[in-house]
């Protein structure tokens, strides 16, 4: 039923196309070729080169022109080896639509309804169904969403034949305004049972997805702003999330801010069958708190300097995070630069492998530049970790990244990006790709265009 | 005890009555434009640089949205009330090259060209994510929390 239902869509999609000659319709389409060898001790070496298709399709003002039709997806083409994923069969290709619906506006309210497959992001609700979905705002400040259908199952956990979720979905957001002051909203997600995992570790540790939460923004004087939003598990009767963030902004280009992020991982990972089973032990309600501040500064419209500080505490142990950032953009992407660096400092059972003299503490530098030009482009990335303490052997872990291209049309343009580095993985890795991207739109019988 | 059929006439005819001035209300209410009337330049926007007043729609502020470092890293506390806003401008493809499921590439690789975006999992994060995964499993759960990616689960399970 499922798939005879997710293929429906797709056709009624697809049927949408041709409609959309008649309509304004931009395509999107970017094509990687990539090569890479594998090589593992006591195998064979092994070549990939797999052909990735990435397209978009957006074809507005269809039918009356409050209508539009909306496609992305990918495809992939084993041209050596093939990737074998986990408890799946061999096969040279492989693909995924991850949107395709028709959406309605309307002239009033910001409402719209949409049919398909498609995202949800609504307050705490962040999913993605084969169904309907509506929303319009309401007089007097007030607003409502609903959305529901049938979930869209991701890959199997091997061993269990299921992905841990269930059939159908639920959920919606009202929410309440005023002014340019105050919004307030209460959203839920509702799916329906989950399927029973073999698992035997995994009982109180996991089963329905059902979430409420409420979210806020509030902004009592033009220079500051409050936002934040909690969840909580209706199965496991506990608080999931918590996270709440005030910026201040008490000089022009500057922007002062305070974070406040608390997390329980039973509660927060129950519908996850992936999740659930790295919960530690029988400690099933560790919990994760983050305080943290930081400072941005934009010096002119070129240049913008940052600096951030956070505080991680769990059950665990603790750590810090703390470091700067600068950022140069010339108008129209010119040329775009940026230099960083950053320090976590952990404790040590933070360490890939725990021990007492061990650390997980490292250092991160960053450098890049790029620059476009009417027929070239071109980019520079550099990127190094340093760990305190070696990982395997390695006190680092650095990539040189670049990217040369050059635009062939408007729409048109071709580009090689090739990677160089060393890390605890391997002695030294190299990557290379090449990406075709084309990206146009075409204006219907009457446009002004 | 049985309701004359005058009292339901009545009540279906004040709920009609109610129905249609919610929805003339509703026709009174006005919308943000399907896309951004002008076209942009490329790159991190500054909204209050043409815009003073407050929006009709949201009811927001236009410098609240101002794409400034600290907004685009934060940008889940604003999509997650404001989609429609976010839709002006930005194409649901362009959330999509990191907020989706069974995706192929990573999207720092996706756009190897684009180091100014703020893109996840540059350089070698296969290692760095045996430190911050135990460091902060939340910042992962939020996209690979229900997506069972093939290569979590390769090692996970």
Redesign the interface.
């Known amino acids: 039923m499922k798939k005879v239902l997710t293929r429906l869509l797709a056709a009624a999609t697809l049927l949408a196309l041709p409609a959309a000659a008649l309509a304004e319709t931009?395509v999107?389409s970017?094509s990687?070729l990539r090569f890479y060898q594998e090589s593992r001790a006591g195998s064979e070496s092994k070549n990939f080169v797999p052909l990735?298709q990435?397209l978009?399709l957006?074809a507005?003002k269809l039918g009356d022109g409050h209508l539009?039709a909306?496609l992305?997806g990918?495809g992939?083409l084993d041209l050596a080896e093939h990737y074998v994923?986990?408890?799946?069969a061999e096969s040279s290709m492989?693909g995924?639509l991850?949107?395709g619906y028709l959406q309605y506006?309307?002239?009033?309210?910001?409402?719209?309804a949409r049919a398909g497959r498609?995202?949800v992001?609504?307050?705490?609700v962040?999913e993605?169904l084969d169904g309907v979905s509506a929303?319009?705002?309401?007089?007097y400040?007030f607003g409502v969403s609903a959305f529901g259908g049938a979930t869209?199952h991701?890959?199997?956990?091997?061993?269990e034949g299921t992905?841990?979720?269930g059939d159908g979905l639920f959920g919606g957001r009202f929410?309440y305004?005023?002014?340019?002051l105050l919004?307030l909203?209460l959203s839920g997600v509702y799916e329906t049972k989950a399927p029973v995992l073999a698992d035997p570790a995994l009982a109180g540790r996991f089963g329905d997805?059902r979430l409420l939460g409420g979210?806020l923004?509030l902004?009592p004087h033009?220079m500051v702003?409050l936002?934040?939003?909690a969840s909580y598990n209706t199965e496991t009767l506990g608080m999931a999330?918590q996270s709440y963030?005030l910026?201040v902004k008490p000089l022009k280009g500057l922007?002062l801010?305070g974070?406040f992020?608390e997390?329980h991982?039973r509660d927060?990972?129950y519908?996850?069958?992936?999740?659930a089973?790295?919960l530690n032990g029988n400690n099933l309600n560790q919990l994760?708190r983050?305080l943290g501040g930081?400072a941005?500064y934009?010096l002119n419209d070129q240049l913008?300097a940052?600096a951030d500080y956070k505080h991680?505490s769990?059950d665990?142990g603790s750590?810090e995070r703390l470091g700067a950032?600068l950022?140069y953009?010339l108008?129209?992407?010119k040329l775009?630069a940026?230099a960083g660096y950053h320090y976590?400092r952990?404790s040590p059972?933070?360490?890939?492998i725990p021990s007492s003299d061990a650390s997980?503490s490292?250092h991160e530098l960053?450098l890049?530049?790029?620059r476009d030009t009417k027929s070239l482009?071109?980019?520079?990335?550099l990127?190094?970790?340093l760990f305190r303490k070696e990982?395997e052997g390695k006190r680092s872990?650095?990539?040189l990244?670049g990217?040369l291209?050059c635009h062939l049309t408007p729409d048109l343009a071709l580009?090689g990006?090739l990677?160089y580095?060393g890390?605890?993985?391997y002695n030294d890795?190299m990557k290379g790709?090449l990406?075709l991207t084309y990206s146009t739109k075409i204006a219907g019988k009457g446009d002004a265009k | 005890m049985r309701r004359p059929p005058q009292t339901l006439t009545i009540l279906a005819l004040a709920g009609l009555m109610f129905a249609l001035a919610a929805c003339a209300q509703l026709r009174a209410l006005p919308s943000l434009p399907a896309s951004h009337p002008e076209e942009l330049a490329t790159g991190p926007v500054s909204c209050a640089e043409c815009h003073e007043d407050q929006q009709k729609g949201t009811l927001k502020a236009f410098a609240a949205f101002n794409h400034s470092r600290a907004f685009i890293a934060n940008h889940r506390f604003y999509a997650a009330t404001d989609d429609i806003l976010c839709a002006t401008c930005h194409k649901v493809s362009f959330c999509a090259d990191c907020h989706t499921n069974q995706t192929e590439i990573k999207p720092a690789t996706k756009n190897g060209n684009r180091p100014d975006r703020f893109l996840p999992h540059r350089g070698d994060f296969l290692t760095l994510h045996k430190i911050e995964g135990k460091l902060d499993p939340a910042s992962c759960y939020r996209c690979h929390g229900r997506a069972n990616n093939e290569r979590c689960v390769a090692c996970h399970r």
């Open positions: 931009s999107d970017t990687l990735t990435f978009t957006d507005d539009s909306h992305y990918w992939r994923a986990p408890g799946q492989d995924r991850s949107y506006r309307f002239d009033a309210a910001n409402a719209q498609f995202f992001h609504e307050g705490i962040n993605q929303r319009t705002d309401l007089p400040g869209v991701t890959s199997f956990i091997p061993g992905d841990g979720k929410n305004r005023y002014g340019g919004e909203g997805h979210d923004w902004s033009y702003q936002m934040g939003h999330e963030r910026q922007l801010a974070e992020n997390y991982d927060m990972f519908s996850s069958a992936l999740f089973t790295l994760s983050t930081s941005n934009a913008e940052s991680y769990r665990l750590a950032e950022r953009n108008p129209e992407g775009r940026g976590l952990t059972e933070f360490a890939i997980g490292f960053r890049f530049a790029m482009f071109g980019s520079l990335d990127i190094d970790y990982v872990a650095w990539e990244a990217s291209g580009s990006d990677s580095g890390n605890p993985q890795e790709l990406r």
